[in-house]
T-cell receptor, first 114, second 112 residues
Framework: AQSVTQLDSQVPVFEEAPVELRCNYSSSVSVYLFWYVQYPNQGLQLLLKYLSGSTLVKGINGFEAEFNKSQTSFHLRKPSVHISDTAEYFCAVTPDTGRRALTFGSGTRLQVQP | NAGVTQTPKFRILKIGQSMTLQCAQDMNHNYMYWYRQDPGMGLKLIYYSVGAGITDKGEVPNGYNVSRSTTEDFPLRLELAAPSQTSVYFC???????????FGQGTRLTVV
């Protein structure tokens, strides 16, 4: 079984400041890792994913994440946030074989202030 | 492109009533999923399906049933609704070749 821990439930940040949203996971098998974003009253949209290869992955809207296998982490970063980045962000994992259902963290609400 | 379509978007049920949440996808995906989202809890898997005629339980299946008679549709049935089933429900789909899951817009259900 897998589990995902998002260490911060809320992250307030000023516009144009950098931000890091933290994600740690636990799994007895190899996994794929994902970050999804949810804007108010909407479904989830994929930001980026790590399957294999380079541990630094770039996604949409200027976000990037780094996979660290030894620390079982997959932190999300953006060097300069905008008001429009205000949303809920979910880290998720799925085994790289077999059942592909995602296991989600509890989410981090990013609040960008002017 | 429609993607994953969920109906209805909102619903209020009385305790003990039943209803079916509809989900349809037009991407020819084999895998489909139902999740529920509660505040501060992330998304929890209710049921999933790897193809027509095949379904299996997720983490929180009690009080729900599903069927998968076609590749496109994956309805979720609530029998004897309870206040604990007040939640936002998301349907998603994916293919074995593409690891990305595509989500519907959600159904907000309130049981009173």
């Amino acid at each position: 079984a897998q589990s995902v821990t998002q260490l911060d439930s809320q992250v307030p940040v000023f516009e144009e400041a950098p931000v890091e949203l933290r994600c740690n996971y636990s799994s007895s098998v190899s996994v794929y890792l994902f970050w999804y974003v949810q804007y108010p009253n909407q479904g989830l949209q994929l930001l980026l994913k790590y399957l294999s290869g380079s541990t630094l992955v770039k996604g949409i809207n200027g976000f990037e994440a780094e996979f660290n296998k030894s620390q079982t982490s997959f932190h999300l970063r953006k060097p300069s946030v905008h008001i429009s980045d205000t949303a809920e962000y979910f880290c998720a994992v799925t085994p790289d074989t077999g059942r592909r259902a995602l296991t989600f963290g509890s989410g981090t609400r990013l609040q960008v202030q002017p | 492109n429609a993607g994953v379509t969920q109906t209805p978007k909102f619903r209020i049920l009385k305790i003990g009533q039943s209803m079916t949440l509809q989900c349809a996808q037009d991407m020819n995906h084999n895998y489909m999923y139902w999740y529920r989202q509660d505040p501060g809890m992330g998304l929890k898997l209710i049921y999933y399906s790897v193809g027509a005629g095949i379904t299996d339980k997720g983490e929180v299946p009690n009080g729900y049933n599903v069927s998968r008679s076609t590749t496109e549709d994956f309805p979720l049935r609530l029998e004897l609704a309870a206040p604990s089933q007040t939640s936002v429900y998301f349907c998603a789909s994916s293919s074995p070749q593409n690891t990305e899951a595509f989500f519907g817009q959600g159904t907000r259900l309130t049981v009173v």
